[in-house]
């Protein structure tokens, strides 16, 4: 989901999570696109409150079902019709979820399920804060397992955030988005140290360093540390320039002073997070989902001489963006109105939040 053709088309999305402390305002800042087509239609649903049956069942468009609990939160649901995952839910709490394709290394969906270690199974959302959200992934991944690649979930609440990077099958991790951080979010894994005592910044699958090691994709003697990314990334999606050219480019537009170069990027070099070098504001975040490598090496537009979309580096900002959300997240204020939602309903590059 992040080649680009000739034409400047492009699929796949970049996320973005600011910490309270990083921003002007006290708020968490989450950013995320859509890229499918440049054609692509958002509805925007309102799901009231709703009770449900004792007994009833979620039922899985892949033919699974999932207990149903006894009520059900109201919600923002952002919907592209025709895509399995190009949707972004804003609940009653302020609680907001994205995601971003991200492919692994793991065997395919048919021989996992051969194994038993898929059940048809998905995600919930009668959760009030992101912990909670991670904590119900958590045991719905236990119990079903993931049946994509790989995907990074961005759970994102009133006072922290998370991001939960999943495997097909049962391994995945979720890390806090620290308070001075902000967390980038191309279409690869980058979590990459886990530390599994650290219960308050992490949740991860029971086996997930030993799954590996059985599977030979870490080997601690000749690999050194456990590198989440690079242990369970597809290869060539962990240096992609697709993915690490524009990771590059929204990191050196929060940090100035980023001394990591591209071409250090392209080995999959990127790191988790980075701290900003000033305090962002919304128009800040705008500005990097605008992005076509200005100012840089990676600019092919000629100012702008050719449309900056026709980029083989694959900018930030891309015709088949169709959708650009940010999330603000202001604890301070009652719930009703803490969380504003920025929707641009083209490429932001030419459309207003």
């Not at 970049?14 to 968490?28: E, F, V």
């Not at 236990?142 to 955030?161: P, Q």
């Not at 900018?315 to 009703?336: G, I």
Request: aromatic letters at 10%; one cysteine or more.
């Amino acid at each position: 989901q992040f080649w680009m053709a000739a034409t400047g088309k492009a699929s796949g999305c970049s996320a973005l999570i600011a910490g309270k402390g990083t921003t002007a305002d006290g708020s968490i800042l989450f950013a995320k696109t859509e890229d499918d087509e440049a054609e692509s239609i958002d509805f925007l649903w309102y799901i009231p409150r709703r009770r449900h049956e004792a007994g009833s069942v979620v039922k899985l468009m892949n033919g699974g079902a999932v207990p149903q609990v006894a009520e059900t939160f109201a919600y923002f649901w952002d919907q592209c019709p025709g895509t399995e995952y190009s949707n972004s839910l804003v609940n009653e709490w302020g609680l907001a979820l994205g995601s971003n394709a991200c492919r692994s290394r793991e065997d395919s969906l048919e021989e996992l399920e051969k194994q038993g270690y898929v059940v048809n199974g998905g995600i919930g959302w009668r959760c009030r804060t992101a912990r909670e959200a991670v904590q119900m992934a958590a045991r719905l991944l236990d119990r079903y397992g993931y049946r994509g690649s790989g995907r990074t979930l961005s759970i994102v609440g009133l006072r922290e955030a998370w991001i939960l990077q999943m495997v097909r099958g049962k391994q995945y991790v979720a890390r806090r988005v620290r308070d001075d951080e902000v967390v980038i979010v191309p279409n690869a894994y980058t979590i990459r140290q886990v530390d599994l005592n650290d219960t308050a910044n992490f949740i991860c699958s029971p086996d997930l360093i030993r799954y590996a090691r059985e599977r030979g994709w870490n080997d601690p003697q000749k690999d050194g540390e456990f590198d989440f990314a690079r242990v369970y990334s597809r290869p060539e999606t962990l240096v992609h320039r697709q993915n690490t050219r524009r990771h590059w480019m929204m990191a050196r537009m929060v940090d100035r002073d980023f001394d990591l170069a591209f071409q250090e990027a392209d080995q999959g070099k990127m790191p988790v997070a980075v701290k900003p070098d000033r305090k962002l504001t919304l128009q800040d975040i705008f500005q990097v989902f605008r992005t076509h490598f200005e100012g840089t090496d990676l600019d092919t537009s000629d100012g702008y001489a050719r449309s900056p979309h026709q980029n083989p580096n694959r900018p930030v900002c891309v015709s088949a963006s169709h959708r650009t959300t940010v999330v603000q997240q202001r604890s301070w204020l009652p719930r009703e109105i803490g969380t504003v939602v920025w929707r641009a309903l083209a490429p932001p590059c030419s459309s207003g939040f």
